[in-house]
């Protein structure tokens, strides 16, 4: 199966920024479209951001347009979310995953943002 490495996370101030990166790894689904998910402490997991396979065309929660960034390199089977002008509400453990996923898809450890006021 499919194997997920979410990385970068860490801590932030308020305004600050992070990178973060997903390499998948194993029996990856093709040429599919990837997103970032995060889930927030007695909170369900949300979608934050989508990227087609090619990288044209990406979508994001109203919660983080005009702050985050997706892209992908498909030479490296990686995913990345670029985080500007990060807020508290933006704490969380962050995952990737394809688009759509479902809670019974199988998810990496994810990468724990935290942001300080």
């Known amino acids: 199966q499919v194997q997920l490495v979410e990385s970068g996370g860490g801590l932030a101030q308020a305004g600050g920024s ?3 990166s997903c390499a998948a790894s194993g029996r ?8 970032w998910y995060r889930q927030a402490p ?4 949300e979608f934050v951001a989508a990227i087609s396979w090619a990288g044209g065309s ?3 929660a109203d919660s983080v347009k005009g702050r985050f960034i ?14 500007n002008s990060l807020k508290p509400e933006d704490t969380a453990v962050y995952y990737c995953n394809k688009h759509p996923a479902t809670k019974t898809d199988y998810w990496g450890q994810g990468t724990q943002v935290t942001v300080s006021s």
Do not use: D, F, P
């Not at 990856?28 to 997103?35: D, E, N, V």
């Not at 007695?42 to 997991?45: A, I, P, T, V």
């Not at 997706?70 to 985080?83: D, F, G, H, W």
């Open 18 to 20: 992070l990178r973060l």
């Open 28 to 35: 990856t689904w093709g040429r599919h479209s990837m997103g």
């Open 42 to 45: 007695g909170k369900e997991r």
């Open 58 to 60: 990406t979508y994001y």
């Open 70 to 83: 997706i892209s992908r390199e498909n030479a490296k089977n990686t995913v990345y979310l670029q985080m």
